[in-house]
């Protein structure tokens, strides 16, 4: 149990840790804007990381070019727009909803309505056994006397 809890708690110590100190914009407030970017997008790489999280080199890329554009004195939405200019959306944590995302965004949705419906059409048809026909009236003779041999 110990190995697992000392496991895990490098494996967040890393990951905490992915922005190396020599990366760090010597202004706090500058570097704080810069991790609140890093938050927000996606490493390309590992992809289900923030860059902030991740030690791939295109994620130590993408977190030099954000502090480059803040140390220039961009604005937070000119960082984004420059890394969404040079990556695409795929590169951003949260895509935007718009026309070319909405599977994206609604598929899974879709895909849940379909499954949905599609198990209640196949609950609800009729069964493949075809019923059975009537008894003519020597079968139904013979019945008679097969549950009165039983009773006896």
């Known amino acids: 149990m110990r190995i697992l809890l000392a496991a895990a708690l490098l494996a967040f110590s890393v990951a905490a840790h992915a922005v190396e100190p020599a990366e760090r914009l010597p202004d706090p407030a500058l570097e704080a804007r810069a991790r609140t970017i890093g938050a927000g997008l996606r490493c390309l790489v590992c992809q289900n990381e923030s860059i902030d999280e991740s030690g791939a ?3 130590r890329d993408i977190r030099a070019l954000v502090r480059r554009r803040l140390a220039a004195g961009d604005t937070d939405e000119a960082v ?11 590169v951003l944590l949260r895509p935007p909803v718009r026309r070319e995302t909405w599977l994206l965004w609604y598929g899974p949705i879709g895909l849940l309505v379909l499954g949905i419906g599609g198990a209640f059409v196949w609950l609800r048809r009729p069964s493949a056994v075809p019923p059975a026909p009537d008894l003519t009236a020597e079968e139904q003779q013979r019945l008679a006397e097969l549950m009165k041999e039983d009773q006896a």
Do not use: I, S
């Not at 727009?81 to 695409?88: I, S």
């Open 80 to 90: 984004f727009q420059a890394v969404v200019d040079r990556y695409g959306d795929f």
């Open 57 to 59: 080199e295109l994620a």
